[in-house]
């Protein structure tokens, strides 16, 4: 079946850090692959997505390319604000038609001090 | 952009008694809701997955008899909490798709607590 793989958190960064936060797939064929944010008490926001291998999702400073050849999708910001703070899931959705539930990561928590 | 409203966003019920909660597409026809349950720090569950007029199919392992769910229109569908325990609080979020473009939208949540 399907799975993905986070990095355990919580990551903790000073601001202005780099952030990276890897995420792997297992799949059949070619899933499209998500990154979703979770505030506090909050629902999930997507944050960027890809549906095709070599994408580049990006949003708000954010991104993350899907590699194939290493089921990969991480995620990474070259400057983390104290705003980032929140719950980071890497996502995926079979390549059929996009009405399949997601599968979900396991979260990692990134708390970002001043 | 696609909103989805989740009501309601927190309830306490006490152990025995029914709770319902509601998850609207506010502004497209949502072909396809999906429930999910999160625990504290992990990752969302997927409980069941409904299309609109037809019954929800639930996951391995969810009671369908405790967990009812109903998809009555385009833009509504509800999860009821039959006989709630303590076991049962958790954090409940619904999706909504149109099944074009990968498009999922998220509600916000609803904190259930059953003292």
């Known amino acids: 079946g399907n799975s993905v793989t986070q990095m355990e958190g919580p990551v903790t960064l000073s601001e202005e850090a780099f952030l990276t936060i890897n995420c792997t797939y297992t799949?059949?064929?070619?899933?499209?692959l998500f990154w979703y944010v979770q505030y506090p008490g909050e629902g999930l926001q997507l944050l960027l997505k890809?549906?095709?291998?070599?994408d580049k999702g990006s949003n708000k400073g954010f991104e993350a390319t899907y590699r194939k050849e290493t089921t990969s999708f991480h995620l990474e910001k070259g400057s983390v604000q104290v705003s980032d703070s929140a719950v980071y899931f890497c996502a995926l959705t079979p390549m059929d038609t996009g009405r399949r539930a997601l599968t979900f990561g396991s979260g990692t928590r990134l708390q970002v001090q001043p | 952009g696609a909103v989805v409203s989740q009501h309601p966003s927190r309830v306490i019920c006490k152990s025995g008694t029914s709770v319902k909660i509601e998850c609207r597409s506010l502004?497209?026809?949502?072909?396809?809701m999906f429930w999910y349950r999160q625990f504290p720090k992990k990752s969302l569950m997927l409980m069941a997955t409904s299309n609109e007029g037809s019954k929800a199919t639930y996951e391995q392992g969810v009671e369908k008899d405790k967990f009812l769910i109903n998809h009555a229109s385009l833009t509504l569908s509800t999860l009821t909490v039959t006989s709630a325990h303590p076991e049962d609080s958790s954090f409940y979020i619904c999706s909504a798709t149109t099944g074009r473009n990968y498009g999922y939208t998220f509600g916000s949540g609803t904190r259930l607590t059953v003292v």
């Open positions: 890809a549906t095709k291998a070599d």
């Open positions: 502004d497209f026809q949502a072909t396809t």
């Open positions: 799949a059949t064929g070619y899933p499209s």
